[in-house]
């Protein structure tokens, strides 16, 4: 089945089957259009619909437009799964800085964040949403033995366990349920580290009994996907349970080797990786997911499609570009005035990186204050409607759009070999094999390889590859930057404008107060009222 058939179905498929998990409290969805529900869920047509859905809520929002949301909610589009992982993992950290101060984002940007924080409300609704949709089509086809309908439930599988991935990455310890909501069953509380646990399990049974496709329909997740989720699992063993975990970062090496393995021998300097580092972030960059058909440059392992006609979404991509444009560039009509670099991100990186290429830095570095786009900071353009030409540049005929055409990456092969490097740090694996990791990336850069390899130097070129990529809050965490005697501070992290250090129970955003409300027996996580 051609994912990006119902996809782009858009509406239709965005009203089939929908539920209302208990966790949403009072976040509520709208009602469900009787006239798009089949009577018999073993049919065909509403076994591909509903499989659709568990995609299409990665990139959509509504069962209409891309104004329309299915959560009752103050602005639709920013209501969009993706959309709201950016808020979660970049505004918190030292990467992005959003100018407007709208439905508690100011209080994002300023780690000053409460159980009340709208935006933290609506993506533990989103969230659970999506899960209990995924949960809702296994239901469904519970049982079934052809060989499409078994591969369509793998693949759920795994789009669940990475919404999983992200409670546990994000609030802990999550509500867990994996049946499908009945309106009776009460979800418990799973502490993160059994969480964590599940999703070792669950996504081990994926990967190494081959569940999942090695060359997947484009827009579908397959093998690669599903084990640089888990390597990424791994990689933060110790967050998730507590303290060190044996054997993760052997079993994390071990995946990313795999992944590695099955892609060298294409693409730049044969590793892999895209020719141009630009393009993976451009219109036609489909040609880089699963399916997409260079596989020499297969470098996205996991991505969610766009279409500026098809699959319009004021996420995504659109959110990414528009954010960051105040007039009219890079094929986008409808500029936002909103996204900016933080002064931290825009110092990293070395003249001539090809990565920062399509900045525009005429407003200044500096990130002076809310309200004023003009005073925010650089805008850091990695999104694009632009056209490659083929050569590292673009093409002179831009179709522009209010819409952003560009597929979103969640998982590149670039992070794999960031990731084997860090493995190295923590005694897994070698230094030849972690540094040659490492140098492709910024030999692609244009920038001059290490030497050498510590934790400091894999942080910061994390970010200067990833950034944007909704990675750096876990990042950080994870290195013990984020909170804790080491932390690093800048600008409005807590709530200041020189910046402040902030208390760890900033490593977890708190369950929101009105799932509290609805469910007493959840317990909030520590330090929020």
Same mark, same amino acid.
């Given at each position: 089945?051609?994912?990006?058939?119902?996809?782009?179905?858009?509406?239709?498929?965005?009203?089939?089957?929908?539920?209302?998990?208990?966790?949403?409290?009072?976040?509520?969805?709208?009602?469900?259009?009787?006239?798009?529900?089949?009577?018999?869920?073993?049919?065909?047509?509403?076994?591909?619909?509903?499989?659709?859905?568990?995609?299409?809520?990665?990139?959509?929002?509504?069962?209409?437009?891309?104004?329309?949301?299915?959560?009752?909610?103050?602005?639709?589009?920013?209501?969009?799964?993706?959309?709201?992982?950016?808020?979660?993992?970049?505004?918190?950290?030292?990467?992005?800085?959003?100018?407007?101060?709208?439905?508690?984002?100011?209080?994002?940007?300023?780690?000053?964040?409460?159980?009340?924080?709208?935006?933290?409300?609506?993506?533990?609704?989103?969230?659970?949403?999506?899960?209990?949709?995924?949960?809702?089509?296994?239901?469904?086809?519970?049982?079934?033995?052809?060989?499409?309908?078994?591969?369509?439930?793998?693949?759920?599988?795994?789009?669940?366990?990475?919404?999983?991935?992200?409670?546990?990455?994000?609030?802990?310890?999550?509500?867990?349920?994996?049946?499908?909501?009945? #309106?009776? =069953?009460? /979800?418990?509380?799973?502490?993160? &580290?059994?969480?964590?646990?599940?999703?070792?399990? !669950?996504?081990? @049974? $994926?990967?190494?009994?081959?569940?999942?496709?090695?060359?997947?329909?484009?827009?579908?997740?397959?093998?690669?996907?599903?084990?640089?989720?888990?390597?990424?699992?791994?990689?933060?063993?110790?967050?998730?349970?507590?303290?060190?975990?044996?054997?993760?970062?052997?079993?994390?090496?071990?995946?990313?080797?795999?992944?590695?393995?099955?892609?060298?021998?294409?693409?730049?300097?044969?590793?892999?990786?895209?020719?141009?580092?630009?393009?993976?972030?451009?219109?036609?960059?489909?040609?880089?997911?699963?399916?997409?058909?260079?596989?020499?440059?297969?470098?996205?392992?996991?991505?969610?499609?766009?279409?500026?006609?098809?699959?319009?979404?004021?996420?995504?991509?659109?959110?990414?570009?528009?954010?960051?444009?105040?007039?009219?560039?890079? #094929?986008? =009509?409808? /500029?936002?005035?909103?996204?900016? &670099?933080?002064?931290?991100?825009?110092?990293?990186? !070395?003249?001539? @990186? $090809?990565?920062?290429?399509?900045?525009?830095?005429?407003?200044?570095?500096?990130?002076?204050?809310?309200?004023?786009?003009?005073?925010?900071?650089?805008?850091?353009?990695?999104?694009?409607?632009?056209?490659?030409?083929?050569?590292?540049?673009?093409?002179?005929?831009?179709?522009?759009?209010?819409?952003?055409?560009?597929?979103?990456?969640?998982?590149?092969?670039?992070?794999?070999?960031?990731?084997?490097?860090?493995?190295?740090?923590?005694?897994?694996?070698?230094?030849?094999?972690?540094?040659?990791?490492?140098?492709?990336?910024?030999?692609?850069?244009?920038?001059?390889?290490?030497?050498?390899?510590?934790?400091?130097?894999?942080?910061?070129?994390?970010?200067?590859?990833?950034?944007?990529?909704?990675?750096?809050?876990?990042?950080?965490?994870?290195?013990?930057?984020?909170?804790?005697?080491?932390?690093?501070?800048?600008?409005?992290?807590?709530?200041?404008?020189?910046?402040?250090?902030?208390?760890?129970?900033?490593?977890?955003?708190?369950?929101?107060?009105?799932?509290?409300?609805?469910?007493?027996?959840?317990?909030?996580?520590?330090?929020?009222?």
């Amino acid at each position: 089945m051609n994912i990006k058939k119902y996809l782009m179905l858009g509406g239709a498929v965005m009203t089939l089957g929908l539920v209302t998990p208990s966790c949403v409290g009072d976040l509520d969805l709208e009602p469900i259009d009787p006239s798009q529900i089949f009577a018999d869920p073993s049919s065909p047509e509403f076994v591909s619909r509903s499989f659709a859905q568990c995609y299409a809520l990665l990139g959509l929002c509504g069962n209409a437009d891309p104004g329309s949301s299915n959560l009752t909610v103050p602005d639709a589009g920013a209501s969009v799964y993706t959309r709201l992982l950016f808020e979660m993992e970049c505004f918190p950290s030292d990467e992005a800085f959003w100018v407007w101060e709208d439905n508690g984002l100011r209080d994002m940007c300023t780690t000053s964040f409460s159980a009340s924080n709208k935006q933290v409300e609506i993506a533990y609704s989103r969230f659970y949403q999506h899960i209990a949709v995924c949960n809702d089509f296994l239901a469904n086809t519970e049982g079934a033995t052809d060989e499409a309908t078994v591969l369509m439930r793998n693949e759920v599988r795994a789009l669940r366990a990475l919404t999983y991935y992200w409670v546990c990455d994000i609030f802990g310890n999550g509500t867990f349920i994996t049946a499908a909501p009945n #309106g009776e =069953t009460i /979800p418990e509380q799973m502490p993160r &580290a059994e969480l964590y646990s599940w999703l070792v399990t !669950e996504l081990t @049974d $994926l990967v190494d009994n081959r569940r999942l496709s090695t060359d997947p329909v484009y827009g579908r997740v397959g093998l690669d996907g599903a084990e640089a989720l888990l390597a990424r699992v791994y990689l933060n063993a110790e967050v998730y349970t507590g303290g060190p975990v044996p054997g993760s970062w052997e079993k994390c090496l071990a995946c990313c080797n795999n992944i590695i393995n099955r892609h060298k021998g294409g693409g730049f300097q044969g590793s892999g990786l895209a020719e141009h580092y630009l393009y993976l972030f451009s219109r036609d960059n489909e040609q880089y997911m699963p399916g997409g058909g260079n596989k020499a440059e297969n470098e996205i392992l996991w991505g969610v499609p766009f279409d500026q006609d098809k699959m319009q979404s004021y996420g995504g991509t659109t959110f990414y570009l528009a954010g960051a444009l105040s007039d009219g560039r890079y #094929g986008m =009509t409808s /500029p936002w005035s909103c996204l900016t &670099a933080r002064e931290p991100l825009s110092n990293r990186f !070395e003249g001539g @990186d $090809l990565r920062t290429q399509l900045w525009i830095r005429s407003n200044g570095i500096e990130n002076q204050g809310f309200l004023d786009f003009a005073i925010a900071g650089y805008q850091a353009i990695k999104w694009t409607n632009l056209t490659p030409d083929g050569l590292g540049g673009f093409s002179d005929n831009i179709n522009s759009n209010a819409f952003c055409s560009a597929d979103l990456a969640l998982i590149r092969l670039a992070d794999v070999y960031l990731m084997r490097a860090e493995c190295y740090l923590h005694g897994a694996g070698n230094l030849t094999d972690a540094l040659a990791g490492v140098n492709y990336l910024r030999d692609r850069a244009g920038v001059a390889p290490f030497d050498a390899l510590d934790e400091q130097t894999l942080l910061d070129e994390r970010s200067r590859e990833l950034y944007y990529e909704m990675t750096r809050r876990s990042d950080l965490i994870r290195f013990g930057r984020y909170t804790g005697n080491r932390q690093d501070v800048w600008p409005w992290k807590g709530n200041s404008r020189q910046g402040q250090r902030i208390d760890s129970r900033y490593n977890l955003m708190p369950i929101p107060t009105n799932i509290l409300s609805t469910q007493p027996s959840l317990k909030q996580n520590p330090g929020y009222n």
